[in-house]
């Protein structure tokens, strides 16, 4: 683990990102990965998404929560084939499901009760919008990488303005947004 400070400067959104730690630039900090597993174990879900598994330590972190939950699955999408099979390796004996896909190729199988949407910054918006008709009133989707210095933010505000969602986002380094599935959601984004 290294400080986050070593990816991410001092900013007035986050002006200490040292107190956060992270494995390399592509993973999510470590603290953020124990927020969504946190989440997980408080929602109980049935069906969890994560887009940009990356190397696999927040689908880990998911899947072991999951385990703990006595029930559900992740189905956890990775466009780059290394990566793919280091993340499959790290959750092996998880209910977690690893795809080489790309997110906005991929269908769900069942209703999504929780996501964790965390690859390209650029798509993460069109992947909420994607995956809207899977999910009902209510459904909790984490983005991350959601501070002012990442291009999502004002994308996700376009899905706030229409109706879609409603959320907070969380001042850590890289920003994570919490986001509330509406009740038109489900059926408006088709």
Known sequence: MRPERDFTPPSAFCPHPERWTAI???SAER?????VASLVRALQPDYVVETGAAYGYTAQAIG???RRNGHGRLVTL???EARAVEAEERCAGLPVKVLQQHSLQFVPEEPVGFAWLDSSAEERDRELRRYLPWMASGTLVAVHDTG??????PRLQALVKEGFVRGVRLRTPRGVSLL???ADGMHSAQ
């Open 31 to 35: 603290e953020v990965t124990e927020l």
């Open 180 to 182: 509330e599935v509406l």
């Open 148 to 153: 002012p210095h990442f291009p999502v933010h």
């Open 24 to 26: 390399d630039a592509a």
């Open 78 to 80: 990775e466009i780059d």
């Open 64 to 66: 072991e929560a999951l």
